[in-house]
């Protein structure tokens, strides 16, 4: 399982999804960062797993 999380410029979440497959969460991140400017992926345990677009600077700087 794999969260996908969509945040606009002000690093406010504006869409999540859940995929199934590591491949439809990195086509669901690049799709939610061209819709809001950044999204990032996130397996069941919370760990990164793929980024988009330009992080905003409210989330600070990831953790891997």
């Given amino acids: 399982m794999f969260t996908t ?3 606009n ?4 979440v ?8 590591s491949w439809s969460a990195t086509e669901m991140c690049l799709d939610m ?8 992926a996130l397996d069941l345990w919370g760990r990164h797993c793929g980024a988009y677009g330009d992080r ?3 989330l600070g700087q990831r953790v891997y």
């Fill in 5 to 7: 999380i969509a945040y």
């Fill in 9 to 12: 410029s002000q690093g406010q």
């Fill in 14 to 21: 504006q869409e999540k999804e859940t995929q199934t497959d």
């Fill in 33 to 40: 960062s061209m819709l809001y400017g950044y999204a990032e």
């Fill in 56 to 58: 905003p600077t409210a």
